[in-house]
């Protein structure tokens, strides 16, 4: 009887572990395409969590389901259970086994953590600015400054973050990490991506009203494209250099939310500059820049664009507004 | 059989009768001076009039400019309108008399009880009235946040913006987390502990019956101030429960009534907790020593430590914020010196423990109800306590996972991950002792055996899928997405929420004295059950593929699993009018309940349904432990002219009506 007892549930206990098993590796792809080697690390740490988490779940609904329909009174059955207080042989069992794996997890779990977090001494390094609601990089060896992450295959690099007004989070989903970028303090985010494409670049700490568009993307690109993207942009930057009003638009990162084809802006959070300034009068362009709330375009939400762009100085205004008008107008 | 009453421990015996004498002298007052909601009409009005004079007064006197700034005059009011009208109430009544070295009656039972449903709306010092009075404004405020959730999925339900702006979007997920927590989960369960605790131990009633007034008169306080923020200027509270600095600092004036709502919430759950901890210590009947205590009250002497110890935490938090905005100091200013992620370490010493006080008492009736419907002692029961200290221990040790992205000390990440994980070995122990309960039990399927193993399920996922979070390098990619919003739910809605539901019905024919409606309550069950997953499980999903939380708008991708999300959403809220209606109709008309329709052993059990005004006659002598099912001639408690207890089976049996 109690051998018999055993098997049924150790029949149910399989099949629910099987079903789950199905859903969770197969069914489902869970997690999107790793593309970092710190990730791939991670990805281990997860499917032994995984794999852990779904036998005790399956253990732990077997047993209830099990219990539920072999042990159910009959509805006149006025009796009592077997008045079993405990045993001690199993309480030290189901505390000493959920102690050891857990500890398990945590060991690994060390240990990716202490891989991820070393670099060779000679990485490269981005510096990472999040402002209310863009993202910008800049290249401090290559005198760069962008809206978008652009980085080589393969070449360990060092993110540096920093946070302009409240906390953000920068998230590559395919890399697996994330780090917050905190006003007043230096983070960090170290990161090898070994797998070519183009991935979003997501804020994940609430950051007010424009939080939800606050995203960018990540180009990772073979070594001789990385190459030749170094070489436009610091040809569109010497390029500004007689042309105040460029350089301003490329170095105040508005290309993170605007597109603009002559200088590279590629950003979709705000309207598409080359189509919407069209026609548009300087002052019209200028209102728009020190006073984003005065007109707002159709299908983008109000209070997005920061309101902060009034400390540009007048020199550098007057040439932003002309470049503007003049890139846009033929 | 004949019982012997020991004496010296019946300090409530006196007195019974005192309440058909005299009233006490601040009764005996003309209506608008007597304490009550005519005098409130007039004090709490008088107190706006005052604070907002003096702040005014006193700006214009020191030329400030504006005089009328509204941030200050929130404080301000969020301060001294709560006393005016507490005092008008007649809250302080009592004590007014005494430090004023007035006559007051020395056993004063003018407070106590309800003969009609107009005793609960007053400051009524019984803590049945007190339990009932927490249960419906508690359910009140759920109902409330969970019509904020319905708005927030229905604009989920499709990308881009439909219904509301952002603006909006982040003032209901703020406000609907922010009343969840603080105006139903945690309060919920101080109502039910107030109802049972006394019953359970064998008093005649809290330690402190005034100040547990008191903490119940707060509540609805602060719920009002959270809700008031909706029309203040600027909208909601909107930078999320948790209110994180800077950003808490920049948006609208609203937010105050966040922080200031969060004092008097904080300090209703404080004044309950130590009631309950000199209620659990010095007021347990004769017998009932601390290993023959129900799991329920082990339960919520370990979750008022925590509430105590973790508290003035998050209050304080607050009134750095506050202090930021409205005293211009500096702690979470980066510009001034403030160090931003301190406030996060202040946060989460509470709001990480906090989810053990929204967990511990639920697990205590899950023992109740589990042990009563398997007939069955609790399995390894002086290890279920012990596990909930263990928790109560470790609970504050494990703060800083909710951190491991924010830019705190690197090496703080281990430590904090292990500790993290380990607290999985004592809930994991109350898991298998739960299923060693029920194994080879007689289970009855009562609705609320029900919600106790739908709970198990579902809190099983959501402690696995804590598992992962606990995990620095996993959560590195899940914190922050609706991974988190999926695992929150399944331990505070699959958790927490379905063992209230599992109290409620547990209680509820001792409460009111009726019997509820079987069938709609298993009706309610099931929809909850299947809409809840779908709700919510496929959250873990979307979340881990690449969707960050708190957005009003995403990726167009995940726009299918978003609607299924929320069309799940709709039915989980439309099965909880089932509820209501279960509850409101069985009230009025159901059959009425026996005392002991369940035949448990617990001495709440061995009273009338609903129990007499003062509860006990005599005084009750605990003579066994509380689960002592199928020991033939086993018993818990010897009550004198008490129904009948033990084991032996009711003679009408309650079916569905």
Not at chain 1, 193 to 201: D, S
Request: glycine share 10%; proline share 6%.
């Amino acid at each position: 009887m109690r051998k018999k007892s055993i098997i049924q549930l150790l029949i149910l206990a399989v099949g629910i572990g099987a079903a789950a098993f199905v859903i969770s590796f197969i069914g489902i792809p869970w997690l999107p395409k790793v593309g970092s080697e710190q990730g791939e690390r991670i990805d281990t740490v997860y499917v032994l969590a995984s794999v852990i988490s779904l036998v005790i779940f399956a253990i732990v609904a077997a047993a209830s389901l099990y219990a539920i329909f072999k042990f159910r009174a009959k509805p006149d059955d006025e009796e009592d259970g077997k008045p079993t207080h405990g045993h001690t042989g199993l309480e030290v069992v189901w505390t000493l086994i959920p102690t050891l794996l857990v500890t398990g997890i945590a060991v690994w779990s060390g240990v990716v953590v202490v891989k991820n977090d070393r670099l060779p001494a000679d990485h490269m390094v981005v510096e990472v600015t999040a402002a209310q609601f863009a993202w910008s990089f800049t290249y401090p060896d290559l005198n760069i400054t962008t809206g978008e992450l652009v980085l080589p295959v393969d070449e360990p690099v060092e993110l540096q973050l920093r946070s302009n007004d409240v906390i953000h989070s920068f998230w590559v989903p395919e890399w697996r990490q994330k780090q917050d970028a905190v006003p007043g303090i230096l983070t960090t985010y170290r990161i090898t991506p070994n797998r070519e494409g183009t991935f979003a670049v997501i804020c994940t700490e609430l950051c007010g009203l424009g939080h939800a568009v606050m995203r960018s993307q990540t180009r990772v690109l073979p070594q001789a494209e990385y190459d030749q993207w170094v070489a436009e942009q610091q040809a569109a930057v010497d390029g500004g250099g007689d042309n105040l009003g460029k350089a301003a638009f490329v170095n105040n990162g508005c290309g993170s939310c605007h597109v603009l084809a002559d200088a590279n802006g590629t950003g979709t959070t705000g309207p598409n500059l080359d189509e919407a300034l069209v026609g548009q009068t300087p002052d019209a362009v200028r209102e728009s820049i020190v006073a984003p709330s005065a007109v707002v375009t159709e299908g983008y939400p109000d209070n997005v664009m920061p309101k902060t762009y009034d400390t540009l100085s007048q020199d550098e205004l007057d040439a932003l507004v002309d470049y503007l008008v003049k890139t846009t107008s033929g | 059989m004949a019982t012997h009453v020991l004496d010296g421990h019946g300090h409530h015996h006196e007195g019974h009768d005192d309440h058909h004498g005299p009233p006490p002298p601040w009764l005996q007052r003309g209506p608008l001076r007597r304490g009550g909601w005519l005098k409130a009409l007039w004090t709490t009005p008088l107190s706006f009039g005052l604070a907002t004079a003096f702040i005014c007064g006193l700006r214009a006197l020191t030329n400030w400019d504006p005089v009328w700034d509204l941030e200050v005059l929130l404080v301000g009011w969020t301060v001294v309108v709560p006393f005016g009208f507490l005092y008008g109430l007649g809250a302080f009544d009592y004590w007014l008399y005494f430090v004023t070295g007035r006559k007051t009656l020395p056993e004063d039972h003018s407070g106590h009880g309800a003969d009609s449903w107009k005793d609960y709306f007053r400051v009524n010092t019984d803590h049945k009235v007190i339990g009932v009075q927490y249960a419906v404004t508690t359910f009140f405020f759920f109902l409330v946040a969970g019509l904020l959730a319905l708005f927030l999925r229905a604009e989920l339900a499709e990308p881009g913006s439909q219904f509301v702006d952002s603006n909006t979007f982040n003032g209901f997920t703020s406000s609907h987390a922010t009343i969840m927590i603080f105006l139903f989960i945690v309060p919920v369960f101080a109502g039910m502990g107030n109802y049972v605790i006394p019953l359970m131990i064998g008093a005649a009633d809290m330690a402190y019956p005034k100040l547990n007034a008191l903490s119940f008169w707060l509540l609805p306080i602060a719920g009002l101030m959270m809700l008031a923020s909706f029309i203040v200027p600027g909208g909601a509270f909107n930078a999320g429960w948790t209110n994180y600095p800077p950003l808490a600092e920049h948006v609208q004036v609203g937010n105050l009534l966040f922080q200031m709502g969060v004092q008097w919430a904080g300090a209703s759950s404080i004044l309950t907790a130590l009631n309950f901890i000199v209620t659990i210590i010095t007021m347990r009947a004769p017998g009932m020593t601390f290993w023959r205590m129900p799991l329920l009250v082990w339960a919520n002497f370990t979750t008022s430590m925590l509430v105590v110890l973790a508290t003035p935490f998050i209050a304080g938090s607050q009134f750095l914020l506050t202090f930021d905005r409205v005293l211009h100091t500096n702690f979470f200013v980066p510009e001034g010196g403030g160090y931003v992620v301190g406030y996060q370490h202040i946060f989460w010493f509470y709001s990480h423990p906090a989810v053990y006080i929204m967990l511990l008492p639920g697990f205590g009736i899950i023992s109740e109800v589990l042990a009563v419907f398997a007939r069955k002692p609790v399995f390894g029961y002086r290890l279920m306590a012990l596990s909930l200290v263990g928790i109560l221990i470790l609970g504050f040790s494990v703060w800083a996972h909710h951190m491991f992205v924010a830019g705190m000390a690197p090496w703080l990440r281990i430590p904090m991950m292990v500790t993290t994980l380990l607290i999985a070995v004592p809930t994991g122990i109350k898991i298998f002792s739960w299923l060693a309960t029920i194994w080879d039990g007689r289970i009855h399927m009562r609705a609320p055996m029900y919600w106790a193993l739908g709970f198990i399920s579902m809190f099983v996922i959501g402690g696995l899928s804590g598992i992962f979070l606990g995990s620095v390098p996993i959560d590195q990619h899940a914190s922050d997405t609706y991974f988190v919003v999926a695992h929150i739910h399944y331990v505070l809605f699959g958790g927490s929420v379905f063992t209230i539901f599992a109290g409620a019905y547990y209680w509820f024919p001792k409460m009111t004295g009726r019997m509820y409606n079987e069938r709609l309550a298993k009706l309610h069950f099931w929809l909850t059950f299947v809409a809840f997953n779908v709700t919510f499980f496929v959250q873990h999903y979307i979340g881990l593929d690449g969707m960050p939380r708190r957005v009003a708008d995403y990726d167009p991708v995940y726009a299918d699993w978003n609607l299924v999300s929320s069309l799940g959403s709709f039915v989980l809220g439309a099965a909880q009018l089932i509820f209501i209606y279960n509850v409101i109709v069985s009230w009025r008309s159901g059959a009425k309940a026996p005392a002991n329709p369940w035949r448990a052993m617990t001495i709440e059990w061995q009273l009338p349904s609903p129990p007499p005004k003062y509860n006990f006659d005599e005084v009750p002598r605990v003579v066994g432990g509380p689960y002592e099912y199928g020991i033939p001639g086993a018993r818990h408690v010897i009550l004198e002219g008490g129904s009948e207890l033990s084991t032996t089976p009711e003679p009408a049996r309650v079916g569905a009506h």
